[in-house]
């Protein structure tokens, strides 16, 4: 599995867990330099409080483009500190993955 944006492979990983259709990136699978903590934070009911980069490619930044748990409840123990994605970045390939149970709400 890739996590792809602005033409560049920001996380590679052979496994990915799966929660409510996001896949989630172990922390050990993401390129580092192209992120960057943000102060957003969001709650979800179920999984608990999610932290978010943004990411920096090429000059560009995509603010909170990814998020991860790093508390998680313990339903969500599987995802801790695992980053997703959204805001245009692509995830590709064939993931031998782990399904689980939305995508987090704003706080």
Not at 37 to 59: H, N
Not at 71 to 80: E, G, N, V
Request: aromatic content about 14%.
């Amino acid at each position: 599995m890739r996590a792809v944006w602005n033409g560049v492979v920001i996380a590679e990983a052979p496994r990915t867990v799966v929660v409510e259709g996001n896949h989630y990136f172990p922390p050990e699978s993401l390129h580092r330099e192209y992120f960057a903590e943000s102060r957003a934070r969001s709650l979800c009911f179920w999984k608990g409080i999610a932290r978010y980069y943004s990411l920096q490619v090429a000059g560009l930044t995509n603010p909170d483009a990814a998020w991860y748990y790093p508390r998680p409840s313990p339903l969500a123990r599987r995802i801790k500190d695992h980053v997703a994605f959204w805001k245009g970045v692509r995830v590709e390939g064939t993931p031998e993955s782990v399904q689980g149970g939305s995508r987090s709400s704003s706080v």
